[in-house]
């Protein structure tokens, strides 16, 4: 069975701090996994994606995630927030040769100035 | 390269009555999906087509909703009739292969409000 849960629903960073936002999947088939970004009454746009090769993922804007298999975690993080980064964050995970994307419910990033 | 298309991008009906909506996937993409995106909640697969044919429907409320990709390009969902609980953003995605490089690629989707 394939699952995902992000472990906050909402996340509030000052500008210019770090930002976190937790994903932890199930997969029974090695997975490719992804972060989407959605800003407001806007589509989902690819943050980044990993795809079994490097564990470390770098993506645009500045963020990156890492996969780690012991721990079935896949978070986003970012060194230094901007007010630009203000969205709602999807980790998703799709199953080796099975061309499915599941998602999860989502972390809405607030920054403050 | 162009994007997946989808109209109209905002659609407000009255409950009971029909409605649907279109998709233009990025060319060469064979498979195609339709999400239903409730506020506050992620993406959830309604119906998956590859090519012309369906692989997955197993969530999608057959006693209301309907979907064809009949020339195995683009496609339109129909819901009718349409109950307050539809209200929603739903989503169409294309990808083009599966495997280690299998990307989703999604539209802006169209919001839907039933009153």
């Known amino acids: 069975a394939q699952s995902v849960t992000q472990l906050d629903s909402h996340v509030s960073v000052s500008e210019g701090t770090p930002v976190l936002l937790r994903c932890n999947y199930s997969?029974?088939?090695?997975?490719?996994l992804f972060w989407y970004v959605q800003h407001p009454n806007k589509g989902l746009q690819l943050l980044l994606k990993?795809?079994?090769?490097?564990?470390l993922v770098k993506g645009i804007n500045g963020f990156e995630a890492e996969f780690k298999k012991s721990e079935t975690s896949f978070h986003l993080t970012k060194p230094s927030a901007h007010m630009s980064d203000a969205a709602e964050y999807f980790c998703?995970?799709?199953?080796?040769?099975?061309?499915?994307?599941?998602f999860g419910s989502g972390t809405k990033l607030n920054v403050k100035p | 390269e162009a994007g997946v298309a989808q109209s109209p991008r905002y659609k407000i009906i009255e409950k009971r009555q029909s409605v649907a909506f279109w998709c233009n996937p990025i060319?060469?993409?064979?498979?195609l999906y339709w999400y239903q995106q409730i506020l506050g909640q992620g993406p959830k697969l309604l119906i998956q087509?590859?090519?012309?044919?369906?692989?997955?429907d197993s969530q999608l409320p057959k006693d209301r909703f309907s979907a064809e990709r009949l020339k195995g390009v683009d496609s339109t969902l129909k819901i009718q009739p349409a109950k307050l609980e539809d209200s929603a953003v739903y989503l169409c995605?294309?990808?083009?292969?599966?495997?280690?490089?299998?990307?989703?690629?999604f539209g802006q989707g169209t919001r839907l409000t039933v009153v």
């Open positions: 087509f590859q090519n012309n044919g369906v692989v997955d």
């Open positions: 990993y795809t079994s090769a490097a564990t």
């Open positions: 997969s029974s088939y090695s997975p490719s």
């Open positions: 995605a294309s990808s083009f292969t599966s495997g280690e490089n299998t990307e989703a690629f």
């Open positions: 060319s060469g993409h064979a498979t």
């Open positions: 998703v995970v799709s199953p080796y040769n099975f061309n499915k994307f599941y």
